[in-house]
């Protein structure tokens, strides 16, 4: 993966947007940290709205290695590959109730009620402890415009709000528990006293929660500490304010080790996908995450099939832009390593090294249209000669072209003469076909 001009997106709406890294793949932002994502549904488009992780700044005098976040972001798409940065939202220093020094903007979430845009996002306050605030917008990008204080009554993080069918809206957060308020019709006040939810795990962390209905059945999901690190697990209900029953586990801990796993889920054009985060761009350090997304699946009964979680994503990638093979669908069994580009600069993106004969990666949902492509390119590089096939849909699908890499230290890119070019959706198979390992960054066709 190489970022170049060719993934860079701008686009203006009321002025707000900037420029963003764009990838069909995960992590879905690469110019930035993020966490925590809260997908929504606004205007016909898919708004996530995440937290904003940064590295401790000069002067930082807050918990050593801990998370550091002093705003908010919101990117869109209407494809789940162009990503679009609309810009700042929310800050700390932006609120009045806010501790503007404690860098505490953590988990967020966004509804619309009413023909207005409520942000909900927690924060330390100038009194001490989490609160939980209330921005308000007449668009999903804003400008949001924060309420003067918090939410009376509800102290804690990671707000989730739900509105169900029939336009009531409940509020959900955590503080080692799990609460739910019921909001009033205005958004910003709570009616009564929250209510915990007591009949979950007893043992591990909880937190984070986000709830949604299908088909008459409320889903409770929420990351716990089940083990050493955050999973995600669910409960269902016929009711928004339970009980709720716990039902399984949607995705298991994080391979990397990351420890947190922050999620949202929504039916986004007819399929579900479950957004989440883990540490792609900051192996070493856990506190600086990036943002993904995979699609789910209910099984009939409702509940709902575990993850296996991808790099390769849930958006489609056009076999005219630069097609990062290293955010592979699967790989050989043997053969095959992905790394950084540069150590010292992760936002770069990886590579993969092919160091072995008949070594492959397999990309899934490319994207030929009409087939006019003439030509495949590689950026890549070896120490001594090496080639390597583009095959069609399997390891011994349709040969598209063998390209050979010349030797050197430096990248160079390889061309050869396409053929069999198809239509349509298909997925790529890259083999090492014999010579030296060699590194690739991408492969496109011309």
Known sequence: ??????????AAAAGLMQAAAAFATNPLIMDQFTADPTARVFEGRLYVYPSHDIKAPPGYNGRPNWFVMEDYHVFSSDNLTDWKDHGVIATQTGADWVDPTSYSMWAPDA?????????????????????IGVAIADKPYGPFKPMA??????????????????????????LDKIFVARLKPNMVEIEGEPQVFDNLPKKGL????????????????????????????????????????????????SASGCWTVHHSIVDYQGQWYLFYHDKDLSPAFDKNRSIRADKLFFNADGTIQKITPTLRGVGLVQATSEIQI??????????????????????????????????????????????????????????GPSALEIRLDKSDGPLLGRVDVGQGTDWTIASVAARNLPTGVHDLFVTQADGEAVDVDWVSFR
Do not use: C
């Open 1 to 10: 993966m190489h970022l170049s001009n060719r993934h860079l997106v701008v």
């Open 111 to 131: 509804v619309f009620k009413d023909g207005k845009y409520y942000f909900y996002f927690p924060a330390i306050a100038k009194t001490g402890g989490f609160r």
């Open 149 to 174: 204080t918090p939410i009376e009554g509800v102290k804690g993080i990671d707000p989730s709000v739900l509105i169900d069918k029939d336009g009531s809206a409940y509020l959900y957060y955590s």
């Open 206 to 253: 909880m937190e984070g929660p986000f709830v949604f209905e299908r088909n008459g059945i409320y889903y409770l999901t929420y990351p716990h500490v089940a083990n050493k690190t955050e999973r995600l697990e669910y409960a269902t209900s016929t009711s928004p304010m339970g009980p709720f029953k716990h039902a399984g586990v949607i995705l298991d801990e």
């Open 326 to 383: 290293d955010r592979y669908t699967a790989t050989s069994p043997q053969g095959i390593a992905v790394s950084f580009l540069d150590d010292a600069n992760p936002q770069a993106g990886w590579k993969t090294t092919f160091s072995s004969a008949k070594s492959w990666v397999r990309f899934a949902d490319v994207d030929f249209g009409e087939g006019a492509q003439k030509s495949i390119e590689v950026r890549a590089r070896a120490a």
